[in-house]
């Protein structure tokens, strides 16, 4: 244990980011999968393993912040975490980036829990797993909707006149990237427009960030070798990296707003009956039914956002008895018909949210 003593200074809780980033890519990856021992400084005590638990907790709270341009909300009412395109103005940014891979990947080889969860197509893009049009929901459903609207329309008749480039903007500064060379000026046919539609796709998970996430990977795989996760899939990854989100049943209520329902209404008792029976893993699954994210904000229940700003959770009386829940994530909302008996309710509910991908969600 002397060789780890020797290498790592305490940590001040007050500078946890700077301390640990300064130490902990000078050691080298074989000596980080040995037991951790850390200690803080101006404190007293061995650490047995709750120290490096609380250490990678609060670490992680800070590099994941967006405040410092290096990740950034999935989108306004979606508060999974993705690469900032912008973090270039950090002129050490990939050096962070792979600083970061090195904490996650240890987070898993040494089964600790970090404080904040990626998009789920960030971890489908650790595992390498291919990216589909659907992923792109959940992270820019605008985005998603006019490719969809591609697919769906002959883009020859609208006269639109797409061609295989696209523009975006970082820190005000408006780019034109071309999806295959001189894309500019090869037009969007009903021939070509699946292809086109893939290589959007691709890039909007890639723009800006191909560096820092090569970065991010470079250090991951210095502690963790991508082909020992081969058998996960992204929300297992997700699952061992973030754990299960405890719940405050109370905050969500107090939080929750009933639209044709009324709070003593039998359904909404049956409801509130149904989430308290449920385990944390269920609650986590409904509330992404409902929201999009299993995650909440860092005031809970009450700072949920929507597509136009602040939007509480809702409940609405919607559909007949024999109907399933659906959900509206861009507005937190639920639409519940008027079962008649709790076993109905649980059995309608558990259905739609065990059911993963786009079932009853608009």
């Not at 021992?37 to 990678?56: M, N, Q, T």
């Not at 270039?88 to 891979?101: A, D, Q, W």
């Not at 405890?246 to 909404?268: A, E, N």
């Amino acid at each position: 244990e002397q060789w780890y003593q020797r290498r790592v200074r305490a940590v001040s809780r007050n500078s946890v980011f700077e301390d640990s980033f300064s130490q902990i890519l000078n050691i080298p990856p074989q000596d980080l999968k040995r037991r951790l021992f850390i200690s803080f400084k101006g404190e007293e005590g061995l650490d047995y393993g709750g120290l490096a638990r609380e250490w990678f907790f609060l670490l992680s709270h800070e590099m994941l912040n967006p405040m410092y341009c290096l990740f950034e909300y999935a989108s306004k009412n979606n508060y999974s975490l993705q690469i900032n395109p912008a973090s270039y103005i950090n002129p050490h940014h990939l050096t962070y980036f792979k600083f970061v891979g090195r904490i996650i990947a240890l987070a898993l080889f040494h089964n600790k829990y970090i404080d904040k969860g990626f998009t789920l197509p960030f971890y489908k893009r650790i595992l390498d797993k291919p990216l589909t049009m659907l992923d792109l929901k959940s992270v820019d459903e605008d985005f998603y909707n006019s490719l969809k609207w591609v697919k769906e329309n002959d883009v020859e008749e609208c006269g639109l006149e797409l061609t295989f480039a696209h523009e975006f903007e970082v820190l005000g500064e408006v780019k034109t990237h071309e999806l295959k060379p001189g894309g500019e000026d090869i037009l969007v046919t009903e021939e070509n427009k699946e292809e086109y539609v893939n290589l959007m796709v691709s890039w909007r998970f890639t723009r800006g960030v191909e560096e820092q996430f090569k970065s991010f990977l470079e250090g991951f795989n210095e502690i963790v070798p991508i082909q020992w996760l081969q058998y996960f899939d992204e929300r297992e990854l997700e699952l061992i990296l973030v754990g299960i989100q405890d719940f405050d049943v109370q905050d969500w209520q107090t939080h929750t707003q009933y639209r044709t329902y009324r709070r003593t209404d039998k359904q909404i008792q049956w409801f509130w009956a149904f989430v308290n029976e449920i385990s944390d893993e269920q609650r986590s699954r409904l509330l992404q039914f409902v929201t999009g994210t299993c995650r909440l904000p860092i005031g809970g229940f009450s700072e949920l956002m929507g597509s136009n700003g602040a939007q509480k959770f809702t409940i609405e009386k919607v559909g007949k008895e024999n109907w399933l829940p659906r959900s509206h994530t861009c507005f937190n909302r639920l639409d519940l018909p008027p079962y008649r008996s709790y076993e109905q309710l649980k059995q309608k509910l558990l259905l739609a949210i065990e059911e993963t991908e786009g079932f009853g969600q608009e």
